[in-house]
């Protein structure tokens, strides 16, 4: 897969360097540098397009760029503006279909005056090709995963693709997106597809079709469900855990707390998620007014951490005091985790400092000092007892902590509650 390269050519010239006798050339700054980017100039194939980017010229001198890889007429570049902080000109000509490997040479021109030079690297054509993303492994029932077409090649025409497979629920539609990852290539065609949750396990044939019906590509896809003694059998799962200030997920406790007609999110973490379960995981407690469905983490804060799923769940108004089982269920029923919600009175009975930040583990003023109470499925709970350091209903919260008591309170069972 190519994209723009992170490691871009930069040449950075002055006008005093580039031209005799010092003279900057027209258009450009006296004593500005002129940057050129070429994003993918480095081993392109004939037809693939390299994005030229050139900084400080001044706006409405007009830029072009020469170079025999793409031809023999001149190459204008079209200015741009983003709100006055970033100026330039830009364009993607594309490498000539007649090409040939080596090292080309550019240069960048204004007003008839050279102002930068550069090498375009051109390598050889290859033939079509079909491909998968995880065709080398093993897909998995419920498997999201894409496929790809590259026909770069003298002659192919064509401005989309169908995949068809028994196992697929339907035709693929594969088109170029031009705004994707293979921008640089204006013959890849892409498109996903998600294997049904209930695919039988075998061995299956992917066939590629081009608009007129004629066969394009074939490719062979093992599907087989999880095993035990297989990695993602069970995952490595975390939680549930909750927090309720907004992005305050990476300090979120396991055991709340809430109040009562208040919302708090539930957090779940698993390094190896089932396929598709991104759709399918849900917390259940009887403190929610509904079932909660997590939805994966896309932010860059969930960034380097295991994939993390959170979803916010109302608590129920009339819902009295105490500790609330929470499950979630993952891994098509295998894993089965259930932690503790400590709910307080309903919103504003403890003050302002209950909904709040104050939720997230903070031992400052308004912190609720509830401690921690979880059990998990596969054996991790952490004990009976529940350290509490405010009760929520008889003596206030304030008048506890002022008196410096300290309960130690049995886990118990609350009626109507499910046990774990």
Known sequence: ???????????????AVLLTGGASAPGAAADSAVHVVLNGAFENRPGELVDVDVQGVRPGAPVTVHSPVFGSRPVPLAPYDHDRRAQGHHGRPAVAMTARPGAYPLAVRVGGRTVARDLVRVRPQKPPSFRLSDEDGVLRPGERFALWFDDLWPGET??????????????????????GSHWNNPRMFTGTVTLPPGAKEG???????????????????????ARPGDGDYLGRTRGPAFFTAPGGAGRARTDGPAAAGGTVNVLWHDASPDPGEEDRLTATSPA???????????SRAG????????GPARIRRALGAGEYPVTVVSHHGRVRRTGSLVVTGAVGALGPSVPGASALGSSGPGSSGLGVSASGGDGSGMGAGTVVAAAAGGLGAAGVLAGGVLLWVRRRRRVGVVGR
Do not use: Q, W
Not at 288 to 298: I, K, Q
């Open 303 to 310: 960034d380097g951490d295991d994939p993390r799923y959170f």
């Open 158 to 179: 064509g401005s989309s693709f169908t995949a068809r497979s028994p196992v697929l629920p339907g035709p693929v539609r594969l088109v170029h997106d031009p705004r």
């Open 203 to 225: 061995t299956y044939k992917i066939v590629l079709t081009g608009p007129d019906g004629r066969a394009r590509g074939e490719r062979t896809v093992a599907v087989r469900a």
């Open 1 to 15: 897969m190519k994209g723009i390269r992170a490691a871009a050519t930069v040449v950075t010239l002055t006008g």
């Open 288 to 298: 929610f007014e509904h079932p909660v469905p997590l939805r994966r983490d896309e």
